[in-house]
C-alpha cells in the first residue's frame, strides 16, 4: 500500500512539473513578453543615446528597437528549422 501511495506521489510531482514546464513554455511565447522586452529596449536604447548626446534619442532608439523586435519574431522560426535539423541528424 506505501507503495502505491509513493506512485501516486511521484505521478503528482510529476504532472505539477509539466504544468510549470508548459507555463514556462507559455510566457516564452507569449506577446506580452515580446512587447515588454521590445519597451524596455526601447527605453534603455534611449536612455543611451541620450546620455551619449545622439541627436533626437527618442526618435533614433525605433531603429534598434525594431531590428531587436525582428529578431525576436524569427527565432521561433529559426528554432524549428534548428530542431527539425537535429532530430533528422
Known amino acids: 500500500m506505501d507503495k502505491i501511495i509513493e506512485l501516486e ?18 510566457w ?4 506580452t513578453r515580446v512587447i515588454l522586452l521590445v519597451l524596455v529596449t526601447y527605453i534603455l536604447v534611449s536612455l ?3 546620455f551619449l548626446n ?6 533614433n532608439s ?3 528597437t525594431l ?3 525582428i529578431s525576436v ?9 534548428w530542431i527539425n535539423k537535429k532530430l533528422k541528424d
Not at 28 to 31: A, D, K, P, Q, R
Request: hydrophobic letters at 40%; charged letters at 35%; proline letters at 7%.
Open 67 to 69: 531590428g531587436f523586435f
Open 48 to 50: 543611451l543615446m541620450y
Open 54 to 59: 545622439i541627436a533626437d534619442p527618442l526618435i
Open 73 to 81: 519574431q524569427s527565432l521561433p522560426i529559426l528554432k524549428k528549422w
Open 9 to 26: 506521489k511521484r505521478v503528482e510531482n510529476i504532472e505539477q512539473r509539466n504544468k510549470k514546464v508548459e507555463a514556462e513554455k507559455d
Open 62 to 64: 525605433f531603429v534598434p
Open 28 to 31: 516564452e511565447t507569449s506577446w
